[in-house]
């Protein structure tokens, strides 16, 4: 029984790093948004990391206005990871200069917490089988709970279609 288990856990471990994946541990930073996070790597890297499996409503830029809810996912995000030892699953994966990882505070998900509230949408094309996240939107749907309180929130990929110029990638 015992060999079985250390056999399953080291073909997941083979998996996670075929698949690049690599765990790290850092200091969160800073908040950029709701689901952006700056850290600082043991080794004092310092790197821009992505939620995985989330899109938090988005914050104003040059191209686009602020979404409501984006100034309380990122206060909440604050809140959960500021300043906070962290260990980072990298999927290996990069989107406009960040690395895309799930950050645990004392084994706790940001990004499912982030759902968990109502702050954040479960992001199917990222995550299509995360079925976690999946969950954790529809029972935040349910309470109406967040941005989930307004009639139509707008996903963050919509709103910022709306304002991308159209040949933009």
Do not use: C
């Not at 056999?7 to 948004?33: K, M, N």
């Not at 989107?95 to 950050?103: D, S």
């Not at 963050?156 to 110029?165: F, M």
């Amino acid at each position: 029984m015992i060999r079985r288990a250390a056999l399953a856990l080291a073909a997941l471990l083979w998996l996670g790093l075929a698949h690049g994946e690599e765990w790290i541990s850092a200091r969160v930073v800073s908040v950029t948004d709701g689901d952006t996070a700056v850290v600082e790597t043991s080794q004092k890297k310092i790197i821009r990391v992505r939620f995985y499996g989330v899109d938090a409503p988005e914050t104003a830029n040059r191209l686009w206005p602020a979404q409501p809810y984006s100034e309380a996912a990122k206060r909440y995000m604050r809140g959960e990871i500021n300043e906070r030892a962290v260990r980072i699953r990298l999927t290996g994966a990069r989107t406009y200069g960040r690395e895309v990882g799930e950050i645990f505070v004392k084994n706790r998900s940001a990004s499912r917490a982030l759902v968990r509230v109502g702050l954040g949408w479960w992001n199917r094309k990222y995550a299509p089988h995360d079925t976690e996240l999946e969950h954790l939107q529809k029972v935040a749907q349910a309470a109406r709970l967040g941005l989930w309180a307004d009639a139509t929130p707008v996903p963050p990929w919509r709103h910022r279609g709306r304002y991308r110029p159209k040949n933009a990638h």
